[in-house]
């Protein structure tokens, strides 16, 4: 809710930097849901690469890791975790059991709760 939220403002923000108010709302709404998935994609896909976690998940005290080994996701896995979410929100309430928190190889887990991996 908070990462959607947050998406929303910037969408926002972003869309009326762009928008001309003479274009009608069809064009606020071109200009508008592109900003919104710009920033959703920022936040959940650069945002984990570069700290471990969303905006929201920073401000909970959690991280994304993959779940095999602990260490930081890839590229590839947060942009596929950030796609299954807009599936997995769509039927959020009718799926149970697979959620975004586990999705493409990564898992969220607590700051305090993370382990480091140990070489063998």
């Known amino acids: ?31 508008f849901i592109p900003c919104v998935l710009a920033a959703s994609f920022v936040n959940h896909v650069f945002g984990t690469l570069l700290f471990r976690g969303s905006v929201a998940k920073l401000l909970f005290g959690m991280r994304v890791l ?3 080994d602990g260490r ?20 959020q309430f009718v799926l149970e059991g697979a959620s975004v928190g586990q999705a493409c190889g990564l898992r ?13």
């Open 1 to 31: 809710m908070t990462d959607g939220f947050l998406a929303l403002l910037i969408g926002i923000a972003l869309a009326q930097k762009v928008f001309h108010a003479t274009d009608g709302v069809a064009a606020f709404l071109a200009t």
């Open 66 to 68: 993959r779940w095999k």
């Open 108 to 120: 969220t887990v607590r700051r305090r709760d993370e382990r480091v991996a140990v070489p063998q």
């Open 72 to 91: 930081r996701p890839r590229f590839w896995q947060t942009l596929g975790r950030w796609l299954f979410g807009f599936v997995v929100i769509v039927f």
